[in-house]
């Protein structure tokens, strides 16, 4: 769920965007069909919506068939009424969503990986973990989160290697040191308005972290 002035969106199973303008809940199917499964949304304005998510669907790859997960990135500019599909792919997954402005974003997918685009979304580079060195490159990314005081600053939660910041919009990334975070899975985070970050991780664990953000 992700909300600004006074418009929230939700999403969930069955390719669903519910909006609450203040009128109460209204169902939005326009993303898709019943097969597609919404996991991530975020709000610029009460116009620009972004969603992650994905779509099961039944390829004869093998005998018997499998099913496959074709997963993506939808935008809408007019509050949900229609969608364009910005980046998908076969096996990448697409859990976390997050946009600066109308150009400037970053989604976590692409086999775990961080991606930014600068152009609205029509191309998208690798930012981490390119950007840091080659011993960690295996790091699978589960959740990332912009910094509301400077849209430089972003957090990417990993499976297992912890939280990796960086402080110039993902050209380089450093890890904090928390070492109770190694042996974790950080699934979300979350700003409160001290600019406290808390971290849902493995195992039902939360964890609270404040000076560790000026690592």
Not at 10 to 24: F, H
């Amino acid at each position: 769920i992700a909300c600004v002035s006074g418009t929230c969106h939700a999403v969930g199973a069955q390719g669903v965007d519910l909006r609450n303008s203040g009128s109460g809940w209204a169902r939005n199917y326009s993303i898709g069909d019943a097969d597609r499964t919404l996991y991530a949304v975020t709000l610029l304005d009460a116009s620009h919506v972004w969603v992650g998510g994905t779509k099961s669907t039944s390829e004869p790859i093998s005998d018997p068939p499998t099913v496959q997960l074709a997963w993506g990135v939808h935008a809408s500019s007019d509050g949900g009424a229609t969608w364009q599909l910005l980046v998908g792919e076969k096996f990448p997954r697409y859990r976390s969503v997050h946009f600066v402005d109308d150009q400037i974003g970053y989604v976590v997918g692409g086999h775990w990986t961080v991606r930014k685009t600068t152009d609205g979304g029509d191309t998208w580079s690798l930012s981490f973990p390119s950007a840091i060195n080659s011993e960690v490159d295996f790091i699978s990314v589960y959740s990332v989160i912009i910094d509301p005081s400077d849209s430089k600053i972003i957090y990417a939660g990993t499976d297992g290697k912890g939280v990796y910041k960086t402080t110039d919009g993902g050209t380089s990334w450093s890890k904090l040191n928390v070492p109770s975070l190694d042996s974790a899975t950080v699934f979300s985070m979350a700003f409160d308005s001290n600019k406290n970050l808390y971290l849902g991780t493995t195992n039902g664990r939360s964890e609270e972290h404040t000076s560790e953000l000026q690592s």
